[in-house]
C-alpha cells in the first residue's frame, strides 16, 4: 500500500512531503543524498519518490537522519540494510539510532497528545505505517562535521532538544535548510500552520529545542523543509521567530 506524496524542488533539493512525515533527496549529477526516511511503510514511497525525480534507489551515496524516532529513521533503515548504503547521524545520535535507548513518545504518555483534534486519525495512520516499531539501525555512523562529503555538500546545524543529538542540515548550493523536527510548519495534531515547535510530549527536552531556534535563526537559507507540514520561504530568522512565538506553556 502506497502513500500520497507531493515534491517539492528548490535547486538540486526535493521535499517529499505526506500528511503524516517528509523526506528529503538532494541531487548532485548523478547521485543522490537521502536526508531520512520516513516510518518503515513508507519504505516503498521513499523508493518510488526517488523514482520520479529520475533516479534509482543505486544511486544513494549516503543516508543522514535529523535524529532517530520511527518516522523518521524506519524507511531509512530499511532502505539502508537492503541496498548497503552507509547511514550517518549526530555523534550524540548514533546510539539512539542504534536503539541502546529510545527517547520517543511512550504509550503511557500518549494521552497528552490523544485529546487533540486530528490525533485519532493520525494514531491510525502512523500505526499503519509502523509507528510502534522500535528497531533501530546497526550500520550507523556519527557524521564529520569538517567533512560531510556527500551529493549536495550537506552541512551539519546541530539542534538538540528534539532528541539530544538532533541534527539540521544545510544544502548550501540550494539554500535549503532540512530542519528535521527540530522546527516544523505543520504536524496532524497541531492546530498551526507555517513556523512552529512541534506539540511539546514529542520532544525530549523542550527547552533544549527552543534553544536551537537560534541556531536556526543563524543559517544563511532562504526555504525551510521540515520534517512535518510544507515547505515554507522566507529567511531563518523569521522562521525562528515565528516558532519560538509557539513555545508559551500550552501551545502549540
Given at each position: 500500500?502506497?502513500?500520497?506524496?507531493?515534491?517539492?524542488?528548490?535547486?538540486?533539493a526535493?521535499?517529499v512531503?505526506?500528511r503524516?512525515?517528509?523526506?528529503?533527496?538532494?541531487?548532485?549529477?548523478?547521485?543522490?543524498?537521502?536526508?531520512?526516511?520516513?516510518?518503515?511503510?513508507?519504505?516503498?514511497?521513499?523508493?518510488?519518490?526517488?523514482?520520479?525525480?529520475g533516479?534509482?534507489?543505486?544511486?544513494?551515496?549516503?543516508?543522514?537522519?535529523?535524529?532517530?524516532?520511527?518516522?523518521?529513521?524506519?524507511g531509512?533503515?530499511?532502505?539502508a540494510?537492503?541496498?548497503?548504503?552507509?547511514?550517518?547521524?549526530?555523534?550524540?545520535?548514533?546510539p539512539?539510532?542504534?536503539?541502546?535507548?529510545?527517547?520517543?513518545?511512550?504509550?503511557?504518555?500518549?494521552?497528552?497528545?490523544?485529546?487533540?483534534?486530528?490525533?485519532?486519525?493520525w494514531?491510525?495512520?502512523?500505526?499503519?505505517?509502523?509507528?510502534?516499531?522500535?528497531?533501530?539501525?546497526?550500520?550507523?555512523?556519527?557524521?564529520?562535521?569538517?567533512?560531510?562529503?556527500?551529493?549536495?555538500?550537506p552541512?551539519?546545524?546541530?539542534?538538540?532538544?528534539?532528541?539530544?543529538?538532533?541534527?539540521?542540515?544545510?544544502?548550501?548550493?540550494?539554500?535549503?535548510?532540512?530542519?528535521?523536527?527540530?522546527?516544523?510548519?505543520?504536524?496532524?495534531?497541531?492546530r498551526?500552520?507555517?513556523?512552529?515547535?512541534?506539540?511539546?510530549?514529542?520532544?525530549?527536552?523542550?527547552?533544549?529545542?527552543?534553544?536551537?531556534?537560534?541556531?536556526?535563526a543563524?543559517?544563511?537559507?532562504?526555504?525551510?523543509f521540515?520534517?512535518?507540514?510544507?515547505?515554507?520561504?522566507?529567511?531563518?530568522?523569521?522562521?525562528?521567530?515565528?516558532?519560538?512565538?509557539?513555545?508559551?506553556?500550552?501551545?502549540?
Open positions: 500500500m502506497t502513500t500520497p506524496y507531493t515534491i517539492t524542488r528548490v535547486g538540486d526535493y521535499l512531503s505526506t503524516d512525515v517528509n523526506w528529503v533527496l538532494v541531487e548532485d549529477g548523478h547521485d543522490l543524498t537521502l536526508i531520512d526516511g520516513g516510518y518503515p511503510g513508507n519504505t516503498v514511497d521513499v523508493e518510488r519518490s526517488i523514482r520520479d525525480i533516479h534509482q534507489v543505486r544511486d544513494i551515496r549516503g543516508i543522514l537522519l535529523t535524529h532517530a524516532h520511527v518516522d523518521h529513521l524506519g531509512a533503515a530499511r532502505i540494510s537492503r541496498h548497503s548504503i552507509d547511514t550517518w547521524t549526530g555523534p550524540v545520535e548514533v539512539h539510532a542504534r536503539r541502546d535507548y529510545l527517547q520517543q513518545l511512550s504509550p503511557a504518555r500518549l494521552p497528552l497528545v490523544l485529546w487533540r483534534r486530528g490525533a485519532l486519525g494514531l491510525l495512520d502512523i500505526t499503519r505505517l509502523g509507528g510502534t516499531d522500535r528497531g533501530g539501525i546497526d550500520q550507523v555512523g556519527a557524521y564529520d562535521a569538517s567533512r560531510l562529503d556527500l551529493p549536495g555538500s552541512v551539519a546545524v546541530p539542534t538538540p532538544g528534539h532528541t539530544d543529538g538532533h541534527t539540521s542540515y544545510l544544502i548550501p548550493g540550494s539554500g535549503v535548510l532540512v530542519s528535521g523536527d527540530a522546527l516544523i510548519t505543520g504536524h496532524p495534531v497541531s498551526l500552520r507555517g513556523p512552529q515547535l512541534i506539540v511539546r510530549p514529542f520532544s525530549h527536552d523542550r527547552d533544549a529545542t527552543v534553544d536551537s531556534l537560534d541556531a536556526i543563524s543559517v544563511d537559507a532562504g526555504t525551510l521540515p520534517g512535518h507540514g510544507a515547505v515554507w520561504a522566507g529567511s531563518m530568522r523569521d522562521a525562528a521567530g515565528q516558532a519560538r512565538a509557539t513555545a508559551g506553556p500550552w501551545r502549540p
